[in-house]
């Protein structure tokens, strides 16, 4: 079947603005989980969802980071006012429970 | 805190063998993941480590001392397309805790 797809692939934005960014779980998976990986940086967790809600948000590193799992399958993360220091790769990783983590191929972010 | 560590850099030549280790201080421990990463794509699975010992699967092994916090992933028979990063995480309750990577290059 299908891995997890994200979109867009890239996306450039300016300084300020409001953007959203989307994952596609692999069919079946009720675990979903978003990092953020900075250039020679290991990815970095954000945020993880079981079914529809939110279980841990810890990583997610300010308010303006948001993330939504409405029908428990797809999921998007909203970041407002976006800042420069927010360009990443923003990776997305879906699990059938707690087993192996299935990575995305992740939205490259820049900032302007 | 959380303290996850591997070497930034390695070489090797190819059809060598190469151990690429990871050391690790976190606050909770579920086991123990390797993940490869070719330079601009997603990290793919590579093995999953939850108890002591070696676990081999076909050119690539994992080892875990969970005693002494202790992971590495051996290559062996190295090829041009091992060249990529190894990403060494820890599974913490419900989260991956990625170690910086270790930039691997093979050489003819």
């Known amino acids: 079947g299908a891995g997890v797809s994200q979109t867009p692939s890239n996306k450039v934005t300016e300084k300020g603005k409001y953007v959203e960014l989307r994952c596609d779980p692999i069919?079946?998976?009720?675990?979903l989980y978003w990092y953020r990986q900075s250039l020679g940086q290991g990815p970095e967790f954000l945020i993880y969802f079981q079914g529809t809600g939110a279980a841990d948000d810890s990583g997610l590193p300010n308010d303006r980071f948001f993330a939504v799992r409405p029908e428990g399958s797809v999921s998007t993360l909203k970041i407002q006012r976006t800042e420069r220091g927010d360009s990443a790769v923003y990776l997305c990783?879906?699990?059938?429970?707690?087993?192996?983590?299935?990575f995305g191929p992740g939205t490259r972010l820049t900032v302007l | 805190g959380q303290n996850i560590d591997q070497p930034t850099e390695m070489t090797a030549t190819e059809g060598a063998i190469v151990q690429i280790n990871c050391t690790y201080q976190?606050?909770?421990?579920?086991?123990l993941f390797w993940y490869q990463q070719h330079a601009g794509e997603a990290p793919t699975f590579l093995s999953y480590?939850?108890?002591?010992g070696l676990e081999e699967k076909g050119r690539f092994s994992s080892f875990l001392s969970r005693s002494k916090g202790y992971s590495y992933l051996l290559l062996k028979e190295l090829q041009m397309k091992d060249s990529a990063s190894y990403l060494c995480?820890?599974?913490?309750?419900?989260?991956?805790?990625f170690g910086t990577g270790t930039r691997l290059q093979v050489f003819p």
């Open positions: 480590n939850v108890l002591d």
């Open positions: 995480a820890v599974y913490n309750t419900d989260k991956l805790i």
């Open positions: 976190t606050s909770g421990f579920n086991g």
């Open positions: 069919s079946g998976h009720t675990a």
């Open positions: 990783a879906s699990s059938f429970g707690g087993d192996t983590q299935y």
